[in-house]
């Protein structure tokens, strides 16, 4: 079974600092994704990486960034955090296919 | 409990009963549709998928039906049981920029009455 965990389920920070999000998957795989997911509003794509150390934005990145230094691991930064970006994080990978595979989420408050 | 479920479309079902999730995409284009299930506290597991070329698929109690003409997928959930309660989000793929990109709808909970 193809494994994507979270470094955290729940994490409450405070307005201004700075927030890692760690994301790993255990099946080689080559895609990886990290989406917002809000009431009402489905998931929002913020950015993904199909490569080490390739980024593309998705359709959400301000105030986001991204780092992806080794195959498995996937970063997702909140340089100066603000309220608005209270939410759940999703991390997610995929293999060659459109299937994507998901993490158990963070929920991240900011204060 | 998890918040993502607020202010979603809701379908109350009795156990035992079948149950049929809607959902309209919007590009023509869209090559394969997935269909995922959202426990609380959890992330989103695949259920179904089925490309374009097809216009239905069944699994293991579920079934997919496509409709390309009016852009129309639907989740159909036989003899419902309680532990199918959860929100189901359709998801669309489509080709952006020379990479795979899901959309996905806003979702849908599923409440399942004993």
């Known amino acids: 079974d193809v494994k994507v965990t979270q470094s955290s389920r729940y994490l409450v920070k405070r307005t201004g600092e700075k927030v890692f999000l760690e994301c790993v998957q255990d099946m080689d795989h080559e895609n990886m994704f990290w989406y917002r997911q809000d009431p009402g509003l489905g998931l929002r794509l913020i950015y993904f990486s199909y490569d080490v150390k390739m980024k593309e934005k998705g359709d959400i990145p301000e105030g986001y960034s991204v780092s992806r230094e080794k195959k498995e691991r996937f970063s997702l930064i909140l340089e100066s955090a603000s309220t608005n970006q209270t939410s759940m994080y999703l991390c997610a990978s995929r293999p060659q296919g459109p299937e994507q595979y998901f993490g158990p989420g963070t929920r991240l408050t900011v204060t | 409990g998890e918040s993502v479920g607020l202010h979603l479309p809701t379908l109350s079902v009795q156990e035992g009963d079948n149950s049929i999730i809607n959902c309209a995409y919007s590009n023509s284009a869209s090559d394969y549709f997935i269909w995922y299930k959202q426990e609380s506290g959890k992330g989103p597991q695949f259920i179904i998928d089925?490309?374009?070329?097809?216009d239905k698929r069944q699994g293991q109690r579920v079934t997919v039906l496509l409709n390309k003409t009016v852009k129309h997928l639907s989740l159909q959930i036989a003899a419902t049981q309680p532990g199918d309660s959860a929100v189901y989000f359709c998801a669309e793929n489509i080709i952006s920029g020379g990479y795979n990109k899901l959309i996905f709808g806003a979702g849908t909970r599923l409440a399942v009455h004993p």
């Open positions: 089925i490309r374009s070329n097809m």
